[in-house]
């Protein structure tokens, strides 16, 4: 592990950093509760709540403008689910100054991608995703973001919640 991520966590003091990637699934939501419910009494405990946003491509839409109107209404909609699942973390006794919530709107090929991308930048050590709950065999055709994650996650440890 990084120096920066977890290395002191058994020093006093020391803050742990999670990182709940989520969208406004169900599976996403059990996250947020799994989280707040396991560590909102933890005083020493920082959430990033990330969604990302995956952008269209340009040619996607027939001009920019339903593009860009495309991007604004989903913003739009992830700012509410991210308000939720930040009021759920406050109810749980998280502060204020516990909870970073980030929505992220960028290219990416893969979602799971994009989520390690961001863990890098941040020095989050437990990274926690909702499981889709799709079968092995759907998994292996389309592949699984928690399954990605779970499988190349550098300097942290990753909780998957059913």
């Known amino acids: 592990m990084s120096e920066y991520a977890c290395a002191n966590l058994a020093q006093k003091g020391a803050k742990r950093h999670l990182l709940v990637a989520v969208d406004a699934s169900a599976n996403s939501e059990r996250a947020v509760m799994y989280v707040a ?85 941040l020095p989050c050590c437990i990274v926690v995703v909702g499981r889709r709950g799709i079968t092995h065999s759907e998994e292996f055709v389309f592949g699984s973001t928690s399954s990605k994650i779970l499988h190349h996650a550098k300097n942290c440890a990753v909780m998957v919640v059913e």
């Not at 001009?63 to 860009?68: G, I, N, S």
């Open 37 to 121: 419910a396991f560590f909102g009494p933890v005083k020493d405990v920082l959430v990033t709540v990330l969604s990302i946003i995956p952008e269209p491509s340009e040619d996607y839409f027939a001009t920019d403008e339903e593009r860009k109107q495309w991007i604004v209404e989903q913003e739009a909609k992830m700012n509410k689910v991210l308000a939720g699942y930040k009021d759920r973390l406050l109810r749980a006794g998280f502060q204020e100054n516990q909870i970073d919530i980030r929505l992220v709107v960028r290219q990416c090929e893969s979602i799971g991608d994009a989520i390690m991308e961001e863990q890098e930048k």
